[in-house]
Nanobody
Framework: QVQLVESGGGLVQAGDSLRLSCAAS????????MGWFRQAPGKEREFVARISGSGGITAYTDSVKGRFTISRDNAKNTVYLQMNSLKSEDTAVYYC????????????WGQGTQVTVSS
């Protein structure tokens, strides 16, 4: 069982930066691949970034490549999403999620944190 709690969202202006954090419970955090997703008003939830259990493999959706960076600190049971050069289209509720490495299904989800970018 993994419980996830996101933090770090807020209201910023276009071009600003934010760092989201996702704190996980449990003793086996490094066994989980972690992902960040987002859902804008009236849209479906979409993948943003993911990172392997060791942190050595990352992937991003095209719209955030070069602007967002996912990282993790397994000693702190925390995954981060550094978001730079924010755009109004990045406005969404951001969720972190966890899955075991032997499945593509994210089983555990946080409650989400709101990111609003004003233009």
């Amino acid at each position: 069982q993994v419980q996830l709690v996101e933090s770090g969202g807020g209201l910023v202006q276009a071009g600003d930066s934010l760092r989201l954090s996702c704190a996980a419970s449990g003793r086996t955090f490094s066994n989980y691949n972690m992902g960040w997703f987002r859902q804008a008003p009236g849209k479906e939830r979409e993948f943003v970034a993911r990172i392997s259990g060791s942190g050595g493999i990352t992937a991003y959706t095209d719209s955030v490549k070069g602007r967002f960076t996912i990282s993790r600190d397994n000693a702190k049971n925390t995954v981060y999403l550094q978001m730079n050069s924010l755009k109004s289209e990045d406005t969404a509720v951001y969720y972190c999620a966890a899955r075991m490495s032997d499945t593509n299904v994210y089983k555990y989800w946080g409650q989400g944190t709101q990111v609003t970018v004003s233009s």
